[in-house]
């Protein structure tokens, strides 16, 4: 099939106005959210906007006879290059698929196309005393399909989880066009849970058309209390202490001096700018049990040096209060032209030490690097500061990345906490994974997609999935003698 | 490996067929060694925990080896602060919740039988007791798994911190397998500060109607409770709600629902509280979920939104069908439990139309235990097939190309 047989195809299926394929149309589906130079730019043959998932299987079925890749989409904001198609084929956006189906107040469950923004779901259901609790940083653009596919946090997933405990169902367009319905073990349904198999599977197994999702009451009381430490340090013996004493904040957050030099005179959070380090808590829960537990959290702070204490229970201060931290990324502009984000992910009780390494890493790189991060389940979010335009620095960033990573790896961390492993970060999975390992998720991914279509060039290291393993095992060896520096080997 | 021929196990019997050979490991390199000496093709391999749930599963055609785990019952790393605990297979409920509640922390979920039920094998059956209506079941609670495929390669998934999207979820994907992908070997739990407060509320309605009335106005609530159930005998329904959390708030719910539980008409009403409260949930689990040879249990599960409906339509088909039924439901997680009394002469034929009467207006009813003689040749998972029951297979193929690891007992004879 040449591209105009299957540009007119594509057109029957999903009409002249679902369909992209002029080369300036096709420029914002090179990229993702992620770091350019981390992770490379590739243009599709064409991008589809479906309507239904009887059109998502059409496509899919059309891909598949033409042999070709075929990556989905949806609002753009991953982080690790999981949309984009790095081998060309056709990607299927699903952000007209937005329509909110169904909303069962006794069920707690709402029925939803994939391509519903995550902040449009809560704020529709709020009305009705519910949210849906992850809440990533991109919440105001991203949407609940690429959610699943990267099974993404938030700053709340520390007591209410992350996407896969809020997923129960998913309607699912397989790679040869077929399409199922999901379950969950968890609702005591029979067979091999291939909803949990599917959710932060980065869209390599099949394309989410609806899902039904777990929706959360707004708790009866909320507050947020902001405690400002002269050092990191006593604000992450706080982080420990706090979970240490039974309790679990609905959020526990940490910004960086270096962060809120960047965001206090931008948005006004009332961060002091002297502070070594602040913490955001928040407590949610019966009034009384609020009213206890932030007596608590507040002589905790006081014992690990806490020197400016704030709380706020109605809800402008408190959004004032979360202001700093959710515009952090947005403010990042003041200090420096460029940033790049990690998402390791340590052992709480490796707070500490871990941020002192950071320090160490950005002394010796000579890179700024800002943390603003989920203390409370230890996802560090590391941000790189530097000038793409002045000479030796991204080399220096990819360098300083390395370090950081193989330390959180080497402490019994995650390579990634919610960003997802993309091709940004495929080529460290042989840090954590062995090749047995990895063989097993590979066998995941050929009981769903065995002519390897969906997605391809992601989370496996090259090649891999179908089955180098020699030069996998080299590359494993390589990388634990440390014998290379460089960032993305493949 | 060790080779048992004590008393203990040598009554050991897998629907009915007793293994050629009852096998007892230590560590995960021996159950290593030992799948990849079991011959391919030569029946079923069936791995085993405390015993508390065999029945669950087809009936095997062959089964070439027991392989209790037991042995392996380790706890391989606990750091309290980081609210993580890392565990072998084997180790039961009990002992792990002891572990915990030394620094004051539990694992978030019941389970039938805790003095013998292993986390490996709680994990591979899916079971969750009550407390599911918030705790969720043990998908939620598990972060990372080491287990051993059947060629013997021992393989991880997940890791030991709580947010991880690093590789797919097989860990997550194993709850529910009934190890017939591979065998647990560990796993790393999330833990989580135990609840100061344990308090329950008992109370007699007139009929199943009142009871469920009751439950909806409790269910529509914020403040929903731990756990609720209604038990449902021929001679009436008796609601169970039980709150746990800061002592404050516990006693202002319990206020709150006992007021709640007199305005719609329910007497009788008892406050069990601390260690009779969890008592009482214990005892109502472990009597469930005994396995007997004279009860068959059937488990459907819906929405909850539906229950009421659902219910409306099985109590007067199971009339005839089976007198004498206890009906365990859970209206807010939408599960219920059928305990029926296996009639004299009870047939195959029985057996499916009552699963047939269950099933009607469920999304799924598998026979949870029934004696080998009457669910010969019945898939218990389900009259008709799952969803994706092609992408199961070959998910078996590529896990277990071998077909050993409990074969022929899962969904679809998988």
């Known amino acids: 099939m040449d591209k105009a047989m299957l540009i007119e195809a594509l057109g029957r299926i999903v009409g002249p106005a679902g369909l992209r394929h002029d080369p300036v149309d096709l420029l914002v589906y090179e990229y993702d959210g992620s770091v350019d130079g981390a992770v490379d730019t590739a243009s599709p043959l064409a991008v589809v906007l479906p309507e239904t998932t009887e059109q998502v299987a059409g496509v899919v079925r059309l891909a598949k006879s033409a042999g070709l890749p075929v990556v989905a989409r949806g609002a753009g904001t991953g982080l690790s290059g999981g949309a984009v198609a790095q081998q060309g084929g056709i990607i299927i956006a699903l952000t007209r698929m937005d329509k909110i189906i169904e909303l069962n107040p006794l069920d707690r469950t709402a029925l939803v196309q994939p391509g519903v923004i995550n902040l449009e779901l809560s704020d529709f259901t709020r009305g009705s005393g519910f949210f849906f609790a992850p809440d990533p940083s991109s919440q105001k653009a991203c949407t609940i399909g690429g959610n699943c596919a990267e099974n993404s946090g938030g700053p709340h997933c520390l007591k209410y989880g992350v996407t896969t405990n809020h997923i129960l169902a998913l309607e699912v367009v397989l790679p040869d066009g077929s399409v199922i319905w999901t379950h969950s073990s968890g609702d005591g349904m029979p067979g091999y849970d291939l909803t949990a198999a599917m959710v932060g599977s980065e869209g390599m197994l099949g394309i989410v058309t609806k899902a039904l999702v777990r929706l959360t009451p707004v708790p009866p009381m909320t507050a947020v209390m902001m405690a400002a430490f002269p050092e990191m340090d006593g604000a992450a013996a706080a982080v420990t202490a706090i979970i240490a004493r039974g309790i679990v904040p609905a959020a526990l957050e940490m910004v960086d001096n270096l962060t809120i030099q960047a965001v206090e005179p931008a948005y006004h959070a009332g961060y002091p700018m002297d502070a070594g380090a602040v913490l955001l808590i928040e407590i949610d829960g019966l009034p009384v049990d609020v009213e206890e537990t932030s007596h608590t959290v507040e002589q905790i702070c006081r014992e690990h040096g806490c020197n400016e204490f704030r709380a706020a229970t109605a809800t402008k201060e408190r959004e004032l209060l979360w202001k700093g931290r959710k515009m952090a990324l947005a403010a990042m502009g003041r200090l420096a032209p460029n940033y790049y984000l990690h998402d390791t992910v340590v052992p709480r009780t490796k707070l500490t030490a871990t941020l002192d390494r950071v320090a160490e890493i950005s002394r010796d790189a000579n890179i700024p690097i800002a943390n603003v991060f989920h203390a409370g389940d230890g996802n560090l979010h590391p941000l790189m500061l530097f000038d793409r335009r002045r000479k030796g620095d991204v080399e220096r960033v990819l360098d300083a990345s390395h370090h950081l990573i193989e330390y959180c790896v080497g402490i019994g961390g995650a390579l990634s906490g919610e960003h997802g492993i993309g091709t940004e970060k495929r080529g460290y999975m042989t840090l954590v994974f062995t090749e047995d390992d990895l063989a097993a998720m590979a066998g995941l991914k050929r009981a769903f997609d065995p002519e390897l279509r969906f997605n391809p060039e992601k989370v496996f290291p090259k090649g891999y999935v179908c089955g180098e393993v020699r030069a996998l095992r080299n590359q494993a060896r390589a990388q634990q003698l440390m014998a290379t520096h460089d960032i993305y080997p493949m | ?414």
């Open chain 2, 1 to 414: 490996m060790i080779r048992q021929r004590t008393a203990t196990l040598t009554e050991l019997l897998i629907d009915g067929i007793q293994p050629r050979h009852q096998l007892r490991v230590e560590s995960v390199e021996q159950l290593a060694d030992l799948l990849a000496g079991v011959i391919a093709g030569g029946g079923a391999v069936v791995p085993v925990g405390g015993g508390t749930a065999l029945g669950l599963g087809n009936v095997p055609k062959e089964v070439q080896a027991s392989v209790s785990l037991t042995g392996l019952d380790r706890v391989l790393d606990y750091e309290p602060s980081d609210m993580m605990l890392s565990v072998e297979a084997g180790m039961t409920m009990t002992a792990i919740q002891e572990t915990l509640g030394e620094h004051g922390q539990y694992l978030a979920l019941d389970v039938a039988f805790p003095e013998k039920a292993t986390i490996g094998g709680v994990i591979a059956t899916a079971f969750a007791g009550p407390r599911r209506l918030t705790d969720g079941t043990l998908r939620d609670q598990l972060v990372g798994a080491t287990f051993v495929r059947s060629d013997g390669a021992i393989c991880k998934a997940g890791g030991k911190v709580v947010k991880n999207v690093s590789g797919f979820d097989l860990a997550r994907a194993l709850h529910g397998s009934l190890g017939t992908l591979a065998i647990i070997a560990s796993v790393n739990l999330k833990v989580l500060p135990a609840s100061k407060e344990d308090a329950t509320l008992v109370a007699h309605a007139e009929d199943t109607d009142q009871a469920l009335g009751l439950c909806r106005q409790l269910l529509l609530t914020a403040t929903r409770p731990t756990a609720l159930d209604i038990s449902i005998t021929d001679d009436g329904a008796e609601v169970a709600a039980r709150f746990t959390g800061g002592l404050a708030g516990v006693e202002h719910l319990c206020d709150e629902n006992r007021a709640g539980m007199e305005a719609a008409g329910l007497v009788g009403i008892q406050t069990l509280s601390g260690a009779e409260s969890a008592q009482w949930w214990q005892s109502a689990l472990d009597e469930r979920a005994a396995e007997r040879p004279d009860i068959v249990q059937i488990h459907a599960t819906m929405r909850p939104s539906a229950v009421e409906g659902y219910l409306a339509r099985l109590r007067p088909a199971l009339v005839e069908l089976a007198p004498n039924t206890r009906l365990t439901v859970s209206p807010g997680v939408a599960a219920v439990h059928v305990a029926a009394p296996m009639r004299a002469g009870a047939s195959q034929f029985w057996l499916a139309s009552l699963r047939q009467a269950v099933a009607a207006g469920a999304e799924s009813a598998v026979i949870a235990c029934a004696p080998a003689s009457v669910k010969h040749d019945l898939d218990v998972w389900g009259e008709m097939p799952p969803d994706g029951l092609e992408i199961m297979r070959a998910l078996k193929r590529e896990m277990d190309p071998r077909e050993v690891l409990n074969t022929g007992r899962y969904v679809g004879f998988i």
